[in-house]
């Protein structure tokens, strides 16, 4: 029977080219639509994921890490105080105008804090000590700013907020979500150039939960100690932030009705060359009814010329996206293909090529076997 259904898609080679591509490009728009996407969410929570903080507290209401809402800084001595908290520190995420040297402005999302070091942040420094934000106004930049920005070297100026700054340091690998270039300064430093929002006050505080503490428990007594604040754990802040982007401003949409557009495709294409090759081949599967086969004999025919179509077009829709991954990479993009991702298309890939099978067997079942005896 596998012998016969190759044979039999062989047939026709031209049509069963044109569905092994489309079952390839279907494979090829799933896979990078999803994986920008998770890249996007990704870059949406990295300095979550990478800063050392257990416990993030915000403003009451904020819809996530981009768009804080400043509180006293004296909060943090609150949280310093409290059973269970190791340590905390002030932690602000704004956003600055900078000049270029062509006359041009910028905007750049700030990260600020006191301590850097201590929370892991930055994750990735290429040039550069981050102590040295301490010592004056100065900045780190991630790389990725030259895009935007263009070319800059540690000991460049740059006006920022209308003020003069130094870039004493490069970051790598330090992305945002709306792929606005990330600064790194000092808390004070912040304050300085934002006085009307951030002066005495601060954007978040982060904590470390002590050794063996109750993770509830200390964030019971934060929620008591700072009843007009959120308090949350490091996962559920990630989720909030990603949740924002998916739900609220409906990306999460886009891409589910960017995915089913891919499912159509493919699941048309293998129904449409099924369909007509059986129309083709009636006197054939007559003939093998004659001979004592039965319909599900055929329907596994069908199939297996589905499955064949699902894993060559598997296969080669596989290749563009690992082949644009350093192409994506160089705009400062993420293509992210986690194997669960790769797993999952393979399996919906089969599945939806045997479903578009069964549209075939309905014409199957009527086939009768005196048809070879018809003129």
Same mark, same amino acid.
């Given at each position: 029977?596998?012998?016969?259904?190759?044979?039999?898609?062989?047939?026709?080679?031209?049509?069963?080219?044109?569905?092994?591509?489309?079952?390839?490009?279907?494979?090829?728009?799933?896979?990078?639509?999803?994986?920008?996407?998770?890249?996007?969410?990704?870059?949406?929570?990295?300095?979550?994921?990478?800063?050392?903080?257990?416990?993030?507290?915000?403003?009451?209401?904020?819809?996530?890490?981009?768009?804080?809402?400043?509180?006293?800084?004296?909060?943090?001595?609150?949280?310093?105080?409290?059973?269970?908290?190791?340590?905390?520190?002030?932690?602000?995420?704004?956003?600055?105008?900078?000049?270029?040297?062509?006359?041009?402005?910028?905007?750049?999302?700030?990260?600020?804090?006191?301590?850097?070091?201590?929370?892991?942040?930055?994750?990735?420094?290429?040039?550069?000590? #981050?102590?040295? +934000?301490?010592? $004056?106004?100065?900045?780190?930049?991630? =790389? !990725?700013?030259? *895009? %935007?920005?263009? &070319?800059?070297?540690?000991?460049?100026?740059?006006?920022?907020?209308?003020?003069?700054?130094?870039?004493?340091?490069?970051?790598?690998?330090?992305?945002?979500?709306?792929?606005?270039?990330?600064?790194?300064?000092?808390?004070?430093?912040?304050?300085?150039?934002?006085?009307?929002?951030?002066?005495?006050?601060?954007?978040?505080? #982060?904590?470390? +939960?002590?050794? $063996?503490?109750?993770?509830?428990?200390? =964030? !019971?007594?934060? *929620? %008591?100690?700072? &009843?007009?604040?959120?308090?949350?754990?490091?996962?559920?802040?990630?989720?909030?932030?990603?949740?924002?982007?998916?739900?609220?401003?409906?990306?999460?949409?886009?891409?589910?009705?960017?995915?089913?557009?891919?499912?159509?495709?493919?699941?048309?294409?293998?129904?449409?060359?099924?369909?007509?090759?059986?129309?083709?081949?009636?006197?054939?599967?007559?003939?093998?009814?004659?001979?004592?086969?039965?319909?599900?004999?055929?329907?596994?025919?069908?199939?297996?010329?589905?499955?064949?179509?699902?894993?060559?077009?598997?296969?080669?829709?596989?290749?563009?996206?690992?082949?644009?991954?350093?192409?994506?990479?160089?705009?400062?993009?993420?293509?992210?293909?986690?194997?669960?991702?790769?797993?999952?298309?393979?399996?919906?890939?089969?599945?939806?090529?045997?479903?578009?099978?069964?549209?075939?067997?309905?014409?199957?079942?009527?086939?009768?076997?005196?048809?070879?005896?018809?003129?």
């Amino acid at each position: 029977m596998v012998n016969l259904a190759i044979k039999s898609l062989l047939h026709d080679k031209l049509r069963f080219a044109l569905t092994v591509a489309g079952v390839s490009f279907s494979v090829t728009l799933v896979l990078v639509q999803v994986g920008l996407f998770l890249g996007m969410l990704d870059n949406a929570s990295l300095v979550i994921d990478k800063a050392d903080a257990d416990i993030w507290i915000s403003s009451r209401n904020t819809p996530n890490v981009d768009f804080g809402h400043a509180f006293s800084e004296r909060a943090v001595d609150r949280v310093r105080s409290t059973p269970g908290i190791a340590r905390a520190e002030n932690f602000v995420v704004f956003y600055f105008d900078i000049a270029l040297p062509s006359g041009r402005e910028e905007r750049a999302i700030g990260y600020a804090m006191r301590d850097f070091r201590a929370w892991g942040l930055p994750w990735n420094v290429a040039e550069g000590n #981050v102590d040295d +934000l301490k010592r $004056g106004p100065y900045v780190m930049l991630d =790389r !990725s700013a030259e *895009r %935007r920005f263009g &070319p800059f070297e540690v000991g460049d100026y740059r006006e920022m907020s209308g003020q003069r700054v130094r870039i004493v340091g490069k970051t790598e690998g330090a992305l945002s979500f709306t792929t606005m270039p990330v600064v790194f300064l000092d808390h004070a430093m912040a304050q300085q150039l934002a006085p009307a929002v951030l002066e005495n006050r601060t954007m978040y505080v #982060v904590a470390k +939960l002590a050794p $063996g503490a109750d993770a509830e428990s200390v =964030r !019971s007594e934060l *929620r %008591r100690r700072l &009843p007009y604040n959120d308090v949350w754990t490091r996962d559920e802040w990630r989720e909030k932030t990603r949740m924002y982007w998916v739900i609220t401003v409906g990306l999460g949409f886009n891409m589910l009705l960017t995915v089913g557009l891919g499912c159509l495709v493919g699941v048309a294409v293998v129904a449409q060359m099924l369909y007509t090759s059986t129309i083709k081949q009636l006197p054939e599967f007559g003939t093998l009814k004659a001979i004592g086969a039965s319909n599900w004999d055929i329907y596994l025919i069908l199939g297996r010329q589905a499955l064949i179509c699902a894993a060559l077009g598997f296969v080669a829709g596989l290749g563009p996206p690992l082949l644009l991954q350093p192409l994506v990479e160089d705009l400062d993009l993420k293509l992210l293909m986690p194997t669960w991702l790769v797993l999952a298309v393979l399996v919906g890939t089969l599945l939806l090529c045997l479903g578009a099978a069964v549209l075939s067997f309905r014409k199957v079942a009527s086939i009768d076997p005196a048809i070879v005896f018809r003129g």
